[in-house]
Structures are given as C-alpha cells and as structure tokens.
C-alpha cells in the first residue's frame, strides 16, 4: 500500500535548485508530522527537513525549506544552491517521532552534477 507519493527529482548543476513535492492521504497528511529525508550513495539515511502538523519546523538545513498545502494534502522541499554532496535519494516521510518514522514513500532520485 503506497500511501506517500514523491515528484520532483532529476539532474540539476551545481548551484542549482529543484523543488521535490509529496502529496499523502488527508487522514495522514493531517495527523502526523512530514519530512525528507536523503540517503547518499554508500551512506546512511538521514534526516534533511521537517515540518510539523501545525506548520512550525521540526528539522532545517541552510539550503533547504519546508513548506506545506494543507488543501492539495501536499508538502514540498524546496532545495537551493545545490551541491554534488546533496545527490542520494530523497524519502518523503510522516512520523509522530522522528526516531522512527510511520509511512515511507517510495523516494525520488536527486544527482547535481555538471
């Protein structure tokens, strides 16, 4: 059952931007917290970005920026000045913890590259 759904990857120059969208059914979208996160070629996944149910950050980088459209039941990551570290896949997911996620989609591949 795929309850999150990502878009928004691709190959973007170094300095670029991209922003990655992930729409989740209403009754998750409005009970649990959403964020992304990244895992790198031979690394461990990690958190990049969260936002809460009430619109508050939970979790930033520089670069990155969180927002969400409650009536599109969607979140997006917006992604600026990208770098080569920044390639990996990108996870779209809802927590009540962040320790341990509830719902996992099914990722978007991110490579910044020249």
């Known amino acids: 059952q795929v309850q999150l759904v990502e878009s928004g990857g691709g190959l973007v120059q170094p300095g670029g931007s991209l922003r990655l969208s992930c729409t989740a059914s209403a009754t998750i979208f409005t009970q649990y917290n959403m964020g992304w996160f990244r895992q790198a070629p031979g690394k461990q996944r990690t958190l990049v970005a969260a936002?809460?149910?009430?619109g508050a950050p939970q979790y930033q980088e520089g670069r990155f920026t969180m927002s969400r459209d409650n009536a599109k039941n969607t979140v997006y990551l917006q992604m600026n000045n990208l770098k080569p570290d920044d390639t990996g896949v990108y996870f779209c997911a809802a927590a009540q913890i962040w320790s341990r996620p509830d719902y996992w989609g099914q990722g978007t591949q991110v490579t910044v590259s020249s």
């Open positions: 936002i809460s149910t009430g």
